[in-house]
C-alpha cells in the first residue's frame, strides 16, 4: 500500500462539517489517500491520526491528538505509523509545509487494516443482553462471597465495616469496573492486542494477566474438586461427616450433638473436621510442603470431571457459555433464599446475626481495617483478570455499559451482605449447640468455614440430605461461572492476539488450554495439595493482580489519556463521564491500588493452615511465583524498546503510540467527515 502523505493539494481540501457520507458505496481499503472514510463489507474504519497544528515559527506543522479530545497528560504526538514512518512525516521524518489546519482520517496501513476487518466482521456477539449480564454477574459472585466477606465482615468490626467497605467500593472498585467494561467494548480486543490501540509498550499487561489466569485455574478448580467430593458423599442417607465411627476417624473424634453431657476439649475434634482432613484432603499424609506426598485419585477424578464440564461449556464461546450460565448464575441465588430461610429458623440463630452485624467503631481508626475492605471489595469484582475486557468486546458498540457497571457491581455487593446472614445464622446454631461464643464456632476462616463448620451445622439439621445437595451444588455453580470466565480471558486475549494461527481452531485451543490446567493443577491434587493451594492463593495472585491493574490504570489515565477515554465513552453512550469518574480514573482507583499493594507487601500475611505453619521459604516462593507473572511487564517494554528502529526518544515515543485505529461497526454509527 503507497505511502499516505500530506501535501497542500490535500490541505487546501476542505470538507464542510455538515455533510454526511453515506457508507452505501463499495470502496477499497487502499483508495483513502483524500481524507475519506474507508468501508468494506459493511464495516467503517476509522484510523486516529493528528491534526496538523502550525508550528511556532507558523512554518511547519506538528501532529497532535486531533479530533478524539483533548491531548492526554502524556501526550506524545505521533499517530499509527506505516512501514514505520508516521502520518504527517515523509521518509526522511520531516513534516511537510502547511499553511492551514485540517483533520483528516487514513486507513490502517496494509494486511493489518485487512485482518482488523475480517475480526471485526467475524467477531460473535452475546445473544441477548442478559446473557452478558448473568456472565458478569457470575463472574464477580464467587465462592469469596459466601465465606470471604462474612469472615472479614465481622473480624473488622461487624456493622461498621460496611463503611470502608462501601467507601472503597465507590471511589476504588467500581470506577475500576466500569473502566474495563468500556476499554473491552470500545476496542473490542482481549486482554493482549487490546494494548495494540492504548499504548502497545504496556502489552506485557496482556501477557502477566494470562499467567495469572492459569495460576488461578490450577487451585481454583481443586476448591471445587472437594466441593464436588462432598457433593457425591452426600446421596447417602446419614452423611459420612456425622459419626465418630468411620475409618478415618481418630480418638480425639468427639460428636457432641449425639449426647447433651459430651464435653469438648482443646483437643477435641468434629466429625465435620476430619472428614474433611482426614478423608477429604488426607493431610495427614503430608509433611508439608517438604514432602506433598502422592496424588489422590478421587479427587484426580473429581477434578477430570468438573474441567470436562467447563470444556463443553466454553468451547464455543460466548454464545453457548451464555446460555449456561442461566443456570449456574440464578441457581445459586435460589439456593442462598432456602438457606437464609433455613437458617433464620434455626435456634440460637439471632446470635449469630448480632455477632456479625454488631458495630465495633473503633476497629475505624486501625489501618488495616481500611486494608482489608479494599482488598475485599477489589478481589469481590475482579478487575486486572481479563475477564471485564473479554467480556465486554464482545457487546455491542453502543451497549449501556456505564448501567451494566453499576447494576453488575451492586448485585454483587448485596450478595456478599446477603451471604453473611447465610452463614451466620447457621454459627449462631452451633454455638447454641456447642453452648459457647459465636467467636469461638467463627474462628474457621476460608474453605474450612464452608466445609467444615456449614457442612457440620446442615449435617445435624433435619433433612440433611437434601439441605448439604444443594448446598454443595451451590458452590459448583458458583465455582463454575468464575472458571468459565478466567479461562475466557485467556481465550479471548490469545485469539485476538494471534488470529492467523487459532481464529478458526477455537476448539483445539480450548482443549490444550484445559489440559494445561489440568496438568497445573495435578500438585494441588497430592496430599498436601491443601497447603500449595492457601499459598497460591496467598501470594501467586493477590499482589500480582494488583500491581498489573494499578499499572493498567496508569496507562489509560495518563498515557492514553483520560480525555482520550472519556471521548471514546461519548462516542459509545452519548455523553462523556463526569468528573467523579475522570477524578477516580486519574488519581483515586491508583492511589486505592497502590495503598493496597503497599499495604500487603508491607505486612505479609503468615500463613498458617490447620496445625501447620509455613516454613520461612515459603514467602520467598510465594513471591517469585507472583513475580513469574509481572515480569511479563518490564520484559516486554525492554523488547519493544530494543526491537523498535529509531533513537531513544523515537522509540519511546512509538512505543506509546497507539499502532492500530479502533474498528467501528458500519451497522451501528455513521460519521461525520470533519
Known amino acids: 500500500m503507497p505511502e499516505i502523505q500530506q501535501t497542500p493539494e490535500t490541505m487546501e481540501k476542505k470538507v464542510p462539517s455538515n455533510e454526511t457520507e453515506p457508507l452505501t458505496s463499495k470502496k477499497d481499503v487502499s483508495d483513502c489517500s483524500k481524507g475519506e472514510d474507508c468501508k468494506e463489507n459493511g464495516v467503517l474504519v476509522r484510523s486516529a491520526p493528528p491534526a496538523l497544528r502550525p508550528g511556532q515559527d507558523g512554518s511547519t506543522a506538528r501532529a497532535s491528538q486531533g479530533h478524539r479530545g483533548e491531548a492526554a497528560p502524556l501526550s506524545n504526538g505521533y499517530s499509527a505509523p506505516c512501514n514505520g514512518v508516521a502520518e504527517g512525516e515523509d521518509a526522511q521524518g520531516t513534516a511537510p509545509a502547511a499553511t492551514t489546519t485540517t483533520t483528516t482520517t487514513s486507513t490502517t496501513c496494509g494486511a493489518e487494516g485487512q485482518q482488523q476487518l475480517m475480526e471485526l466482521e467475524d467477531r460473535e456477539t452475546w445473544s441477548k443482553k442478559i446473557d452478558f449480564l448473568l ?8 465462592l469469596g462471597n459466601v465465606w470471604r466477606f462474612p469472615y472479614i465482615c465481622y473480624q473488622n468490626g461487624g456493622g461498621a465495616f460496611l463503611i470502608p467497605y462501601t467507601i472503597m467500593a465507590i471511589f476504588g472498585g467500581i470506577p475500576l469496573f466500569y473502566m474495563e467494561l468500556a476499554l ?17 509498550i504496556f502489552k506485557g499487561i496482556g501477557f502477566a494477566i494470562c499467567v495469572i489466569d492459569l495460576y488461578v485455574a490450577s487451585y481454583y478448580n481443586t476448591i471445587m474438586a472437594w466441593a464436588f467430593y462432598y457433593l457425591i458423599s452426600s446421596f447417602t442417607a446419614e452423611l459420612p461427616w456425622t459419626s465418630c465411627t468411620n475409618p478415618w476417624n481418630t480418638g480425639n473424634c468427639t460428636n457432641y450433638f449425639s449426647r447433651a453431657n459430651i464435653s469438648w476439649s482443646a483437643h477435641s475434634t468434629s466429625p465435620a473436621e476430619e472428614f474433611y482432613t482426614r478423608q477429604v484432603l ?42 449456561v450460565v442461566w443456570v449456574t448464575a440464578t441457581f445459586p441465588y435460589i439456593i442462598l433464599f432456602i438457606l437464609l430461610v433455613r437458617g433464620a429458623t434455626l435456634p440460637g440463630a439471632w446470635r449469630g446475626v448480632l455477632y456479625y452485624l454488631k458495630p465495633d467503631w473503633q476497629k475505624l481508626l486501625a489501618t488495616e481495617v481500611w486494608v482489608d475492605a479494599a482488598a475485599q471489595i477489589f478481589f469481590s469484582l475482579g478487575p486486572g483478570f481479563g475477564v471485564l475486557l473479554a467480556y465486554a468486546s464482545y457487546n455491542k458498540f453502543h451497549n449501556n455499559c456505564y448501567q451494566d457497571a453499576l447494576v453488575t457491581s451492586t448485585v454483587n455487593c448485596v450478595t ?18 456447642r453452648n459457647e461464643d ?22 445435624n439439621m433435619p433433612a440433611s440430605t437434601f439441605f448439604a445437595i444443594i448446598f454443595f451444588l451451590m458452590l459448583l455453580t458458583l465455582g463454575l461461572d468464575s472458571t468459565f470466565a478466567g479461562l475466557e480471558g485467556v481465550i ?10 487459532w481464529g478458526k481452531r477455537r476448539e483445539l485451543f480450548v482443549l490444550g488450554l484445559i489440559i494445561v490446567c489440568f496438568l ?39 498515557f492514553y489519556g483520560i480525555s482520550q477515554f472519556c471521548h471514546d465513552v461519548k462516542e459509545m453512550l452519548g455523553s462523556a463521564p463526569g468528573w467523579y469518574w475522570r477524578v477516580c480514573w486519574v488519581a483515586i482507583s491508583p492511589l486505592f491500588l497502590l495503598f493496597v499493594t503497599c499495604s500487603f507487601l508491607a505486612h505479609p ?56 485505529a479502533t474498528e467501528i461497526p458500519f451497522g451501528d454509527i455513521r460519521l461525520n467527515a470533519v
Open 438 to 459: 459465636v467467636a469461638e464456632v467463627a474462628k474457621d476462616t476460608g474453605p474450612s468455614l464452608l466445609f467444615i463448620t456449614y457442612a457440620e451445622a446442615i449435617a
Open 492 to 501: 479471548t486475549g490469545v485469539l485476538d492476539e494471534f488470529p492467523h494461527v
Open 605 to 660: 500475611p503468615e500463613l498458617r493452615l490447620f496445625d501447620y505453619a509455613y516454613p520461612s521459604w515459603s514467602t520467598v516462593l510465594g513471591y517469585g511465583i507472583g513475580t513469574s507473572s509481572v515480569i511479563c511487564i518490564p520484559a516486554y517494554m525492554g523488547y519493544r524498546l530494543l526491537s523498535t528502529p529509531g533513537t531513544l526518544k523515537e522509540r519511546i515515543l512509538k512505543s506509546i503510540t497507539p499502532e492500530t
Open 135 to 142: 456472565s458478569v454477574i457470575g463472574y464477580a459472585v464467587d
Open 520 to 558: 497445573g493443577s495435578l500438585a494441588t491434587l497430592t496430599f498436601g495439595g491443601a497447603y500449595v493451594v492457601k499459598l497460591f492463593e496467598e501470594y501467586a495472585t493477590g499482589p500480582a493482580v494488583l500491581t498489573v491493574v494499578f499499572l493498567e490504570a496508569v496507562a489509560v489515565s495518563w
Open 416 to 433: 456478599s451482605f446477603v451471604s453473611g446472614f447465610v452463614i451466620f445464622t447457621v454459627l449462631g446454631y452451633m454455638a447454641e449447640m
Open 184 to 200: 473491552g467494548q470500545y476496542h473490542r480486543n482481549g486482554c493482549i492486542s487490546i494494548w495494540r490501540k492504548i499504548c502497545p
Open 282 to 323: 488426607q493431610v495427614h499424609r503430608s509433611q508439608g510442603l517438604e514432602d506433598l506426598g502422592g496424588i489422590s485419585w478421587q479427587l484426580t477424578l473429581c477434578l477430570l470431571l468438573i474441567f470436562t464440564i467447563v470444556y463443553f461449556s466454553i468451547w464455543k464461546g460466548v454464545k453457548t457459555s451464555g446460555k
